[in-house]
């Protein structure tokens, strides 16, 4: 069984290293973009806005190295003196996501390759190539010179590797190590040629040096050899991560490491490379214009969480617009506020923005920082300046406290990377939509939730969602079956249990262990839906994007039947015990009573009851964050005394939170 966070990188420092009972505020730092009259000036601002850390370095490696072998330190030794001077802590980054020109101009090496062979050329950013022994060897040595220098800098506080790891290279070098990672992972060809099922299509390899990355080909190529492809690609970008975590670890034992994710990222496993990580970080990008921007925001940081056991970092979001939307919308009034707020609910230890000061230059001139181009009086730097003292006043009380929750739901991007494939029932299907219209439904209905493996520990749980796990290793399954055998409740949508490991369907198109559990004697077809297709049931219920022709067994219980079509009277939703099985996708708002309905059952709760629609209720610690979503001021019945720890005033039995308000109680 796989570990909980809790259990991993014992004895490393943590993100409590760098807060020391304070909430990180700040964000990235790029000063080599302005001439050094403007460093004092932005001090000035940090220290007016309650700035606490900066993130500096992420893009500097053609200033740091503007030649091979050379090093420009100045610069950046006046930094950090700086940012000491002043009582700033600096997170300093290994600035390798973005190789200068020089290496890709001297070493083409170190380009990636596409699937299609095509190179993809420097002059924008993450431009390299993870299996490139070249690149590897000039990022360990930035990395070393700039530990070698910094390592004793009163002002670093933490180390940033790289950032927003995404590249995927299809070229000789990364086929060569394809090939070294599958001989490791299987032994023998026979034992790949089994994984891969090469007996179809008369793919079968009788040498090594056959073995490709999916490369172009005619026709649909082999789903096992993409799940694998996705499998090594994560795992070689992870060897960098970990070459340079370890090299700073050398030289500063005592500071936390950390590299940011990407949002439920589909190109790396989350899970995996938390376990490396002193801390876990995410950048975090809501569409202000989007109506579940905040369902978004909730999932992305609820994960995080899980993947950290305990407090987490926000390293990047928007202080208002971004630049990489078709249309960029800049946040309203109140909308950073009430996001930044929404995430120190849910874990947040550290809240930081991309970046301090928005460019005057270059591809991001157009994305927010907290210092926009209008300047200090702008309303985006006035509204930051308010976030800083809110957090200032939260910090005591929720610095190194959990967010308790009942529920979990399962996540794997294993299951994930073997679905998204070429060549299934239905293109409509989308793992990580499927994933938010479960979650989404759980925060409609004001249900906090942990995220978890399927081969996690599952005992603290009263009730584990799992919205979609196509591949299961048989672990996997046994654990689920464990689960509920040990008296907990569980769910599972459509398509879960499908295949194992090796993208190989199980008999009878789902685990028979699975289906004797959730009480499906057999699953005969399966039926997707098409855009704007629907089905309905006898209990009012709408299911949307897919459906199942299923036989019940004779002790499950069919919740609700099809009515109507090819179905017609067939089980949508059946259960066995304590064991659920939904076969569609239903509405919003018929999941969501759904869940309810379970998590009742199952003796969970909101933290509140009586929500008014649109406010979001979240305990941290002993506290109790109300959030509005919505523009219209609303009252919220907290029955007692409390106080509202963000204006200092004693609340009773009622609070009315205005347009984006928020309030967070305690006794």
């Not at 290496?103 to 002059?123: Q, V, Y």
């Not at 002002?155 to 990364?174: F, K, P, Q, R, V």
């Amino acid at each position: 069984m796989r570990p909980d966070r809790a259990t991993t990188r014992a004895g490393h420092p943590t993100l409590a290293t760098a807060t020391r009972g304070r909430i990180l505020f700040g964000g990235d730092y790029n000063p080599e973009q302005w001439p050094e009259e403007t460093w004092q000036d932005d001090v000035r601002l940090m220290k007016d806005a309650g700035v606490t850390s900066v993130t500096v370095g992420v893009f500097s490696w053609a200033r740091l190295e503007p030649r091979p072998g050379e090093r420009d330190f100045g610069w950046l030794d006046r930094l950090m003196d700086l940012m000491h001077r002043h009582g700033i802590g600096v997170v300093l980054a290994t600035p390798t996501s973005a190789p200068p020109p020089w290496m890709g101009r001297l070493h083409p090496d170190t380009l990636p390759r596409d699937a299609d062979g095509r190179i993809e050329w420097w002059g924008g950013r993450q431009h390299f190539s993870h299996s490139s022994a070249t690149y590897r060897r000039y990022a360990a040595a930035i990395t070393e010179d700039l530990a070698a220098r910094y390592a004793g800098h009163p002002a670093l506080t933490m180390w940033h590797i790289n950032n927003e790891y995404c590249t995927s290279d299809h070229g000789d070098e990364a086929a060569a190590a394809f090939r070294r990672w599958l001989r490791e992972r299987y032994g023998t060809l026979d034992a790949l040629n089994t994984a891969w099922g090469t007996a179809f299509w008369s793919q079968g390899y009788d040498n090594w040096d056959g073995v490709i990355p999916p490369r172009r080909a005619h026709y649909l190529n082999n789903p096992a050899q993409v799940l694998d492809f996705r499998r090594f690609t994560s795992d070689m970008l992870l060897e960098c991560f970990t070459a340079e975590r370890d090299i700073v670890a050398r030289h500063t034992p005592h500071l936390p490491v950390t590299t940011n994710f990407m949002p439920l990222y589909f190109g790396v496993d989350g899970w995996r490379w938390a376990e490396e990580e002193d801390v876990v970080s995410v950048d975090l990008y809501p569409d202000p214009a989007d109506p579940h921007g905040a369902r978004h925001g909730a999932l992305v940081q609820d994960l995080t969480r899980s993947q950290a056991g305990g407090p987490w970092m926000l390293m990047e979001q928007a202080a208002s617009a971004v630049n990489w939307r078709p249309v960029n919308h800049p946040k309203p009034r109140g909308l950073n506020r009430l996001w930044t707020l929404q995430a120190v609910a849910r874990g947040a230890d550290a809240v930081c923005f991309f970046q301090w000061r928005q460019s005057r230059q270059g591809a991001e001139k157009f994305h927010s920082g907290m210092v926009g181009h209008a300047g200090e009086h702008g309303r985006t730097f006035q509204e930051v300046k308010r976030i800083g003292a809110d957090l200032a006043r939260l910090a005591p009380h929720t610095s190194g406290t959990d967010v308790p929750a009942d529920i979990a739901v399962l996540h794997d991007w294993h299951a994930w990377w073997a679905f998204e494939q070429d060549g299934r029932p239905s293109a409509r299907i989308d793992h990580a939509a499927v994933l938010h219209a479960w979650h989404g439904a759980l925060w409609d209905a004001h249900l906090t939730a942990d995220f978890a493996h399927p081969e996690h520990d599952l005992g603290r749980y009263r009730m584990v969602v799992v919205p979609q796990l196509y591949a299961l290793t048989d672990a996997a399954v046994d654990n689920l079956v464990g689960h509920v055998r040990r008296g907990g409740t569980l769910v599972c949508g459509f398509l879960t249990g499908t295949a194992d490991q090796d993208d190989r369907i199980r008999p009878g198109g789902m685990d028979p262990r699975l289906r004797e559990l959730l009480g499906v004697r057999i699953l005969h077809e399966w039926w997707p839906l098409a855009d704007g297709e629907t089905v309905t049931c006898a209990d009012g219920l709408t299911g949307t994007l897919w459906s199942e022709e299923l036989e019940a067994d004779d002790d499950a219980v069919v919740e609700t039947v099809y009515r109507g079509g090819e179905l017609d009277g067939l089980p949508a939703v059946l259960r066995t015990g304590r064991a659920w099985y939904v076969s569609t996708l239903p509405e919003p708002g018929h999941l969501r009573r759904l869940l309810e309905r379970i998590a009742a059952d199952a003796g969970v709760r909101p933290p509140l009851d009586g929500l008014p629609s649109g406010v979001e209720a979240v305990r941290r610690g002993e506290l109790l964050f109300l959030l509005n979503h919505g523009r219209a001021p609303v009252t919220v019945a907290v029955p007692g005394t409390h106080r509202d720890l963000l204006t200092g005033t004693q609340i009773t039995d009622e609070v009315t939170l205005g347009r984006h308000g928020a309030a967070v109680l305690g006794r």
